[in-house]
DNA sequence: TCTGGGGTCCTAGGACCC
DNA sequence: TCTGGGGTCCTAGGACCC
């Protein structure tokens, strides 16, 4: 027996949860450190004033008061000194999978929750150390490794991991048992449980239950008659109990979408068209860079009123054509859409995404005559783009200032990764 | 001064088929 | 003429998360 294994239950398992810390802004200090470390730095939604919302900022900024969700503007007038920086998706994913990477050293069973957090179950990994040693070595490889700083919960269940891991920020780690749940959680107001939002939390409320004790404590009946299923879940939860498994089986992705808010409200069919041009031709590329069809469309507006609506058509045979994708957003547009309502956002979103080779036989079958050739065209163009920059080849229509048009504004980047063995399908760098 | 952009999952009604 | 229940797909919206 090695003197780690008094570390590890006897039934039970032991899952970390890795939470990368200010991940946009991190990722923009590992890569310009000169202009960025330790500056108050923030990502925004877009440097403009109409769509500047801070998506992230540094915990310097953060020190000065700049909080996720504030107005570009607010955040310039608590912290005038402010960095302000576009979003780059592209790195995002890299340097995510990068740091999965290593956490895969560790243990195959790892689940991404999103592009900054995944879920490690280390009870088999005993040769590496104790739950603790294995966290901080984590920890010290990704930040000497990548640059980038992160939180790490320990628990015996992903629910409290995921909390233990939010309790010490930046670069803490923290252990979470079940006994430690009723005097760390139970004062907390519901709204702090992980999948508890504000509309549950105030329907709660109304129930007389504020806190997360109150909850652990309720009747399970009661909990059921007032939300379904989810009343069950409510109540284990908040007794720190969570049966799910870190699922390292990586899915495809199950829907590929971009939307933008325009820079002035558009009432104009042909500006809306030219948007969805570039909507379409952004989409299509993420769809083929995964090797995948898409079989619905999906459109979204929104109005200057906020209201936003969605509109989605299933197409006969499922597509990978930013022509094809084009036309249905055009028409569903046109088929939902009074001329001349104002327009705030607008998105392309693709639905029932199907692996290329399982719908090439249906591809095949109803365009042998015409695909080929269309689809020769586009795998060319595919290739000069990886090679020189998303702006090396647009046809005539997307040459234009709208702000779709600058989603592309990223230079294809020359990195591939080996992840032989590590299969992250959301992500698509390549 | 209003409120970004990327997603997932669930629900619910209607169409359609058996 | 009226009758049933089950299953799946499509569509739209909403809650929630990062």
Redesign the pocket.
């Known amino acids: 027996m090695k003197p780690s294994d008094e570390f590890y239950p006897k039934n039970g398992r032991v899952i970390l949860h890795i939470d990368m810390n200010a991940?946009y802004c991190s990722v923009h200090e590992a890569l310009e450190p000169d202009k960025y470390s330790g500056k108050p730095i923030a990502v925004a939604?877009?440097v403009e004033l109409?769509?500047g919302?801070i998506?992230t900022s540094s915990y310097t900024a953060r020190a000065s008061g700049v909080k996720t969700?504030m107005?570009v503007?607010e955040a310039l007038k608590v912290c005038p000194q402010l960095i302000l920086i576009q979003p780059d998706?592209e790195q995002y994913r890299l340097f995510s999978r990068r740091f999965m990477q290593i956490a895969y050293s560790y243990s195959p069973l790892i689940e991404a929750?999103?592009?900054?957090?995944c879920y490690l179950d280390i009870t088999g990994s005993k040769q590496f150390g104790a739950p603790l040693e294995i966290a901080q070595m984590l920890q010290k490889r990704i930040m000497i490794e990548l640059a980038l700083p992160c939180s790490i919960g320990i628990a015996p269940n992903k629910l409290l991991a995921?909390i233990a891991s939010d309790m010490k920020k930046p670069n803490g780690i923290s252990i979470l048992r079940r006994r430690d749940v009723p005097h760390l959680l139970w004062t907390k107001p519901c709204v702090n449980l992980?999948?508890?939002?504000?509309?549950?939390?105030e329907k709660l409320s109304k129930l007389n239950i504020q806190t997360i004790g109150d909850l652990a404590v309720a009747e399970e009946s009661f909990l059921v008659k007032h939300f379904?299923?989810v009343g069950s879940w409510l109540k284990q939860a908040a007794n720190g109990i969570d049966e799910s498994l870190v699922n390292p089986l990586q899915e495809a992705?199950?829907?590929?979408?971009?939307?933008?808010?325009l820079p002035q409200n558009l009432t104009e069919k042909a500006d809306v068209e030219r948007v969805f041009l570039n909507l379409a031709d952004q989409v299509s590329r993420?769809l083929r860079k995964q090797q995948l069809t898409a079989?619905?469309v999906?459109i979204t507006i929104r109005n200057p009123?906020?209201k936003t609506?969605?509109?989605?058509?299933?197409l006969p045979t499922p597509t990978e054509n930013a022509d094809d994708i084009y036309h249905q957003a055009c028409r569903l547009f046109a088929e939902?859409w009074e001329i001349g309502k104002p327009v705030r956002?607008l998105?392309i979103?693709l639905q029932?995404l199907m692996d290329k080779a399982n719908s090439a036989l249906q591809l095949d079958l109803f365009n042998f005559s015409k695909q080929p050739k269309k689809e020769q065209l586009t795998r060319t163009m595919d290739q000069i783009r990886d090679k020189y920059g998303e702006n090396a080849l647009l046809t005539a229509g997307m040459i234009t200032n709208d702000?779709s048009a600058l989603?592309r504004n990223h230079k294809a980047r020359g990195t591939s990764l080996q992840m032989d063995h590590l299969k992250i399908r959301?992500f698509d760098e390549d």
């Open positions: 991940f939604g877009s109409r769509k919302i998506v969700g107005q503007r998706f929750m999103s592009i900054d957090e995921k992980f999948g508890l939002g504000q509309r549950t939390a379904g299923v992705s199950k829907s590929i979408g971009h939307t933008t808010t993420r079989g619905t999906q009123e906020m609506i969605t509109r989605s058509f299933t939902h956002l998105g979103t029932n702000p989603i959301n």
